[in-house]
């Protein structure tokens, strides 16, 4: 079944900027989405489509996208930001959704 | 605005049944499908499957038919989580999320029902 994948860490120090990949072969065809989930509650969307934001998500929250890897950048990271970052998206027939396993931002 | 507000924990035995309420509100609830998602403790994410708000047909993921059923209420705007034959292992966070329309992403997520399956 289709995987997608992403580091388990990553640490930076506030102030720096953090880039989080997911990786998976359908990427150049279905959009990616990530997701913000903080211990004790639910997931929140930071980047939709590969690199919208919602309203409501800071500016420093992008996305981009290239080939099979998309990323994930926070600039200027601050210490609320650190959190469980999932990418998603789907399988190339859109048949089933994905996530990956998640990495933890750790702000030093 | 949006809310999708979720039913309480629960804690059940091995064997029993559970039925997981998700409620929304702020927005037309057959407009958006409605997926569910689960998370063991200290896991990550694990996407369940959908249901059509409009025809009430359910999609289930791998590793998830046979015991558990999605349904709805569309007079109440509530969708529904039921697992029978609970086991230990069924033990997890269940979120309902509502999807961006047209796309796959999950735009608003409910507060996460706890189940715990324990004797």
């Known amino acids: 079944s289709y995987e997608l994948t992403q580091p388990p860490s990553v640490s930076v120090s506030p102030g720096q900027t953090a880039r989080i990949t997911c990786s998976g072969d359908?990427?150049?065809?279905?959009?990616a989405y990530w997701y913000q989930q903080k211990p004790g509650q639910a997931p929140v969307v930071v980047i939709y489509k590969d690199s919208e934001r919602p309203s409501g998500i800071p500016e420093r929250f992008s996305g981009s996208s290239s080939g099979t890897k998309v990323t994930l950048t926070i600039s200027g990271v601050q210490a609320e930001d650190e959190a469980d970052y999932y990418c998603q998206s789907a399988d190339s027939s859109a048949t089933y959704v994905v996530f990956g396993g998640g990495t933890k931002l750790t702000v030093l | 605005q949006v809310q999708l507000v979720q039913s309480g924990s629960e804690l059940k035995k091995p064997g029993a049944s559970v039925k997981v309420s998700c409620k929304a509100s702020?927005?037309?609830?057959?407009?958006?499908?409605m997926n569910w998602v689960r998370q063991a403790p200290g896991q990550g994410l694990e996407w369940m499957g959908w249901?059509?708000?409009?025809?009430?047909?359910?999609t289930y993921a791998q590793g998830f038919t046979g015991r558990y059923v999605f349904s709805l209420d569309t007079s109440v705007s509530t969708a529904y989580l039921q697992i029978s034959s609970l086991k230990a292992e069924d033990t997890a966070v269940y979120y309902c999320?509502?999807?961006?329309?047209?796309?796959?992403?999950?735009?608003?997520w409910g507060q996460g029902t706890l189940v715990t399956v324990s004797s």
């Open positions: 359908a990427l150049p065809k279905q959009y």
């Open positions: 999320a509502r999807r961006y329309s047209y796309s796959w992403g999950l735009r608003s």
């Open positions: 702020g927005y037309t609830f057959t407009s958006s499908e």
């Open positions: 249901i059509n708000t409009n025809t009430g047909s359910p």
